[in-house]
């Protein structure tokens, strides 16, 4: 089996840290030293076709946790604390409920163990629209983004996944084919009958739709002991918006 890519920082207590959807464990990496910083070894994960890690045609959360559990016991990590954002929360998720006993405690970012329609097709095509044979820099990739994209912010999120595959052509770090097709299953709720029942904490941007106070009974039927926090004037991607807030708030619960 292969083993996911990550990168290790600090010591102490482990910590495994999973990034969103097209994302990979760079975009972790500020917070992730501050962490190490406060006493813990931190493991930013690049997840199954991300970042630097393989690429597979099988995609699916049962078998993204199982890729965890792989990196844990290669690692000899007998239990960590887990903190996942979005598509990486979903993993943490099944992770908790189906291996207990390797999860001290849980932090999910801005995601519920519901159904979530596909919703990131227009990215993907945009992505797939690059011409990168014949870019010549960043901000010609930037400039080609832009004629589908029109957020900054989401665009040069997406530019991190941008490398030189050999001198004088780009590539990209995401499995593309593979994640156009599986759009089914990176929305794909948690199985009603999974339940962890260890320390959890939801965080969730208070601009964001993506945990509605609906989805509170649904959390808690799944994570019983479940705190939620709200961060005010952050979106989706909390963590980057209100780095600040997002680090307190995860270290009051990591260190309780």
Known sequence: MELLHSNILGSGIPLIVLHGFLGMSDNWKTLGKKYADQGFEV??????????????????????????????????????????HSMGGKTAMQLACTRTERVSKLLVADIAPRHYPPHHQYILEALEALPLAQLQSRTEADEALAIHLDN?????????NLYWKSPGEFGLRINLGVLKTKMQEIGEPLPEAMIYEGPTLFLRGGASDYIAD????????????????????AGHWLHAEQPEAFLESSLDFMKS
């Open 43 to 84: 493991h930013l994960i690049d997840q199954r076709n991300h970042g630097r890690s393989f690429w597979s045609d099988v995609f699916d959360y049962p078998t993204m946790a199982k890729d965890l559990l792989h990196y844990m016991d290669s690692k000899n990590l007998d239990e960590a604390i887990v903190l996942g």
């Open 214 to 233: 609906e989805d509170l009974p649904l959390i808690r039927h799944h994570f019983p002991q479940a705190k939620l926090i709200t961060l005010d004037g």
């Open 152 to 160: 900054w912010g989401i665009r040069q999120f997406l530019l991190k």
